[in-house]
C-alpha cells in the first residue's frame, strides 16, 4: 500500500509539473519593440510621432539617473537593443557609453543641426569633462529641431507610415512652438548681471552662491570666487 501510494503521489507530482509547463507556455509575452529610444525626450518625441503606426516603442533609461556617463545597460536593455530594428538617441555624446552596442544599427541621431554650448562638468561629473552640454533637449528650439531629425529619420526607416508621421509631427509642432511662445527666451545685456537664486554648502563646508544670469556671458558651472569688501 505505501508502495502504491508512493507512485501515486509522484504521478501526481509530474502531473502538475506538465500541466505549469502548459501554462507558462501558454502565457502571452510581451512584444517586441521595434525601436528603442535612449532616454525619456527623445522617447517621447518618438512615441508621438508613431501614434496610430502600430510601431512599438520601449525606452532604455528608465531610471531616474542626472547623468549617463558613467551608466552601463542591464543584460535587459542590451537585449532590446539588438532586437530592435531602429535605435532613436538623444546625441551630442550622452549614449557614449553605447557606441560599441550600437554599431551595425540603424540609428537616429536627435542632436543633428543642433548648436551645442560649451560646458565644464568637472565639478558635477566627478571630474569628467566634456568639450558640449549633451542636455539639449531644456531648449524648446533645439527639441524643435530634435523632433524634426526623429521625424525624418522614421520616415525613411518606415516610408509606408509617412503621412500619419507627417500629421502626428503637425499636431507635436503645434505644441512646442506653443511652448516656445508662452517661454521666450529672455534678451540680455552685453554687461554681466546676475540674481542669486540659491545659497548651498560643499562638501568641506564652503558657501556656494547659486546664481542665475540676467546679462553678459558666462560658461554653465563656472566657479566665480569672491571676497567680502572690509
Known amino acids: 500500500r505505501m508502495?502504491?501510494?508512493s507512485m501515486r503521489k509522484t504521478a501526481i507530482i509530474c502531473a502538475a509539473v506538465l500541466l505549469l509547463t502548459m501554462l507558462c507556455g501558454c502565457v502571452s509575452q510581451p512584444p517586441k519593440a521595434d525601436i528603442a529610444?535612449?532616454?525619456?525626450?527623445?522617447?517621447q518625441f518618438t512615441s508621438i510621432l508613431c501614434e496610430d503606426t502600430g510601431l512599438q516603442i520601449t525606452r532604455l533609461v528608465t531610471e531616474s539617473v542626472s547623468?549617463?556617463?558613467d551608466y552601463s545597460l542591464n543584460v535587459k536593455q542590451v537585449k532590446a537593443v539588438e532586437s530592435a530594428e531602429l535605435v532613436v538617441m538623444s546625441g551630442a555624446g550622452l549614449e557614449d557609453f553605447m557606441a560599441d552596442l550600437l554599431k551595425g544599427k540603424a540609428v537616429i541621431d536627435a542632436s543633428k543641426d543642433v548648436p551645442l554650448m560649451e560646458s565644464c562638468h568637472a565639478e558635477a561629473h566627478d571630474g569628467h569633462h566634456h568639450e558640449a552640454d549633451p542636455h539639449i533637449w531644456l531648449s524648446v528650439a533645439n527639441a524643435i529641431q530634435m523632433a524634426?531629425?526623429?521625424y525624418h529619420g522614421l520616415c525613411q526607416a518606415y516610408p509606408?507610415?509617412?503621412?500619419?508621421?507627417q500629421a502626428n509631427m503637425n499636431?507635436?509642432?503645434?505644441?512646442?512652438?506653443?511652448l516656445d511662445a508662452y517661454a521666450p527666451v529672455p534678451e540680455r545685456g552685453e554687461d554681466f548681471g546676475a540674481r542669486v537664486f540659491k545659497i548651498s554648502r560643499d562638501p568641506?563646508?564652503?558657501r556656494l552662491t547659486w546664481i542665475k544670469l540676467n546679462g553678459g556671458s558666462l560658461?554653465?558651472?563656472t566657479l566665480l570666487p569672491y571676497t567680502l569688501p572690509d
Open 3 to 5: 508502495r502504491d501510494f
Open 37 to 43: 529610444a535612449t532616454t525619456l525626450p527623445v522617447y
Open 67 to 69: 547623468c549617463l556617463h
Open 148 to 150: 524634426k531629425n526623429i
Open 160 to 165: 509606408q507610415h509617412k503621412e500619419t508621421f
Open 171 to 178: 499636431k507635436l509642432m503645434a505644441k512646442l512652438q506653443a
Open 204 to 206: 568641506q563646508g564652503n
Open 219 to 221: 560658461q554653465p558651472r
